[in-house]
């Protein structure tokens, strides 16, 4: 055996020791660094699930007051079209009792309640009454700076004076009979 070969012979024992001793220093590292990798992960697993607490909360702190906001416009929304509905059926009422009082005029009656106005009209006004017919139907008297108007646009505006609570509680009555969204009908 050559001289060489002796060494390398002799050297082989010293070889192996490196080689075990290297392969269990790498197997510790790759073992801490394992380690280390699952404790990052899990560190940074903790930091995540925090953040989106945080985010969630966050989140939903900033989205309050949009929300409220929507609901505050939502609300004021809805009440304006209760008020636009509230002014149409008022303003149908009104004219439909305009229509009706003015349309006396047409009836074969009409004689006898123009008779029985011009009476209660000169009474009204006093002595020495002047009488006369309104366009639009009914009477006006004047005696002596006192006017007393029996015409029939003034009784028809008379009549929804004297109902007005009638009206207003019909347009809250119609409101709490149409269904709310989302309720059964």
Known sequence: MTLRARQEAALEPVRADLLRRAEQDAAQVVARARDAAA???????READAAMAMARAS??????????????RSR??????TLGADVAI?????RRIKDAVLGLRDEPDYPLLRRRLSALA??????GAVVTEHPQGGVIAQAAG???????PRLADRAIVAIDGR???LC???HTAVPRPGSDP
């Open 59 to 72: 989140g939903a702190a900033q989205a309050r007051p949009v929300a409220m906001a929507e609901l505050s």
């Open 172 to 174: 809250r009555s119609v």
């Open 122 to 127: 000169a009474r009204a006004a006093g002595p």
């Open 39 to 45: 404790a990052t992960i899990t560190r940074a697993q």
């Open 167 to 169: 009206i207003a509680a």
């Open 76 to 81: 004021q929304a809805a009440r304006s079209v």
């Open 146 to 152: 006192v006017t007393v108007d029996c015409s029939l």
């Open 90 to 94: 008022r303003g149908e009422i009104v």
